[in-house]
């Protein structure tokens, strides 16, 4: 009786066996097989990341030193002629000096977008669609007229012939004298005065006063930097679509332009963010900064995000040093010529 | 006041039977009639892709039991910027922004270019040609707004109970909707 039961127990204990075996093969093919199908490489991948990298011999910057922006949303930073940093971060424009201490502090209804210094030390702010003037010691000394709902400024070049106010809403850049008199619009596609127009997808339509007198525009749907002049004839553009490193990359770039005390260009992107040196004439020279140096920059475009934000700006001292502001990561980078 | 005495008469056991059977009645009557009414309101429900989760995997293209996948990519016109240089129609080093086949991403050539204005292009997806692989989707999110994305065509998919595109979903993506509201659409609101 006892052996009996010993071996039906046996054989129910091998039968119960063999059948959880069977089950966990089963489920263990099936989890593989799922961990298969979810492992397998894209075979419709779209491979930017040959792009991500830079060939260290193009890079001719070296970062010199690196600290966070004041506030949070970063946009735009600029240089005065004094050579004191203007950052516009959230409702503030703060005045920094080159080695990161803030100086002064400037609270704004509403955020700064873009910020441009005279050589008074007047301060002119744009925010979303009007411009506010401060004196140096960061008191408002005017608001003027707001350009309406569709305005949405992203940058200001003060030169000595005015104040130029890039109007990405509007695509247009106005130009103003300084007591916020309108003299003129510059960039506005006509035909008959052979004005291709901006293209501006995402807001980020910059300008630039440079050393020949002539205006220097992004025109980021078209890949180009284009030249005008102070009446607003179209001089020429230079620039060239491809995600390569020698052209601007994705739907539309440059976002953000510098000049170098020579006339030689900086130029910034979204997408492969990274920053570039140009030649006056347009060829390009050298990397600042490569996309691995903004890890988290790049991820605003990756993943589930799309490209609407991210993306980079730059200020250039009259020592050539660049200052790169990282509109994600929040933080100012300086850059110097490797010796 | 008087009240009437309860009877004392104990209950049968053919009066509780009786009893019991007209309860048990009366409660299968009532679940039938709920079921009915239930039945007749019921919503059916379809599968979709929530466009906010998904990551562009390639699945979509390559695990629906139809031959040619009922995912396809679909185009939020109000979103598009037109662009000339659509990084979803171009692949990422174009030889010049034309429709020349080695210049586009599409591996089926199902998104169409047309001129528009300078310098502004539309592009429309023929979704004859379209295998849903998202590979312009990537290219639009990456550096654009994302105005392409996919979406489970419901003129082509049989509604499986178990979709075999949602077992492997790397973006865990797809979830049941009601079939009056089938799409997941982007607008520039939500955007």
């Not at chain 1, 569709?150 to 850049?173: C, P, Q, Y």
């Amino acid at each position: 009786m006892r052996k009996e039961f010993q071996l039906s127990a046996r054989r129910e204990f091998l039968a119960n066996s063999l059948r959880n075996a069977a089950l966990l093969a089963a489920l263990a093919s099936r989890r593989g097989r799922a961990v298969e199908e979810v492992g397998t490489p894209n075979p419709f991948a779209y491979d930017v990341s040959r792009f991500s990298k830079t060939d260290p011999k193009l890079i001719a910057y070296e970062e010199t030193a690196r600290w966070k922006c004041p506030h949070a949303e970063p946009r735009r930073i600029a240089i005065s002629p004094d050579q004191q940093l203007f950052v516009c971060a959230g409702d503030y424009v703060s005045v920094m000096s080159r080695d990161g201490q803030r100086r002064l502090e400037i609270t704004l209804p509403e955020a700064a977008r873009c910020v441009g210094v005279a050589h008074d030390g007047t301060t002119f702010i744009g925010l979303r669609n009007h411009i506010e003037v401060f004196d140096a010691k960061g008191q408002r000394r005017a608001t003027w007229d707001s350009l309406g709902k569709k305005s949405w400024l992203t940058g200001l070049a003060v030169g000595e012939n005015g104040i130029f106010a890039a109007d990405s809403g509007n695509r247009v850049i106005l130009h103003y004298d300084k007591s916020g008199e309108l003299l003129g619009r510059i960039g506005e596609k006509n035909k008959e005065r052979n004005l291709p127009g901006f293209i501006v997808p995402s807001p980020y339509l910059d300008v630039e006063i440079a050393r020949d007198g002539l205006l220097r525009v992004n025109n980021p749907g078209r890949h180009h930097v284009e030249a005008y002049t102070l009446d607003g004839d179209f001089e020429g553009a230079w620039g060239k679509p491809t995600a390569a490193i020698d052209g601007f990359c994705g739907c539309c770039n440059p976002i953000g332009l510098a000049l170098l005390p020579d006339g030689r260009f900086v130029t910034c992107e979204k997408g492969l963010p990274r920053v570039k040196v140009y030649s006056a004439e347009g060829a390009f020279e050298s990397v600042v900064a490569g996309t691995e140096s903004f890890p988290e920059n790049a991820k605003a475009c990756s993943g589930l995000n799309d490209c609407v934000h991210g993306g980079l700006d730059a200020a250039v001292d009259l020592q050539g040093r660049i200052y790169i502001l990282d509109l994600v990561a929040g933080g100012i980078r300086v850059m110097k010529r490797k010796a | 006041m008087d009240t009437k005495p309860k009877s004392d008469k104990p209950v049968t056991r053919r009066q509780f039977l009786r009893n019991g059977g007209r309860l048990t009645a009366l409660t299968g009557l009532g679940a039938l009639g709920a079921w009915l009414s239930d039945r007749a309101t019921a919503k059916a429900w379809v599968w979709q892709i929530d466009p906010a989760k998904c990551v562009r995997c390639g699945n979509c293209a390559t695990h629906c039991v139809l031959e040619q996948s009922a995912v396809k990519c679909v185009h939020a016109f109000a979103m598009c910027g037109y662009c000339n240089l659509c990084t979803g129609y171009f692949n990422p080093e174009p030889n010049a922004l034309t429709t020349a086949a080695e210049n586009q991403l599409c591996p089926t050539a199902a998104i169409k270019r047309t001129f528009v204005e300078d310098p502004y292009y539309e592009y429309t997806i023929d979704e004859k040609l379209c295998i849903g692989c998202a590979k312009c989707v990537e290219g639009c999110n990456r550096f654009g707004n994302g105005s392409l994305f996919l979406q489970i065509r419901h003129d082509r998919c049989v509604n499986c109970n178990e979709c075999s595109i949602a077992r492997v979903c790397a973006g865990d993506a797809f979830r049941r909707v009601p079939a009056d509201q089938p799409y997941l659409l982007k607008t520039t609101q939500a955007h």
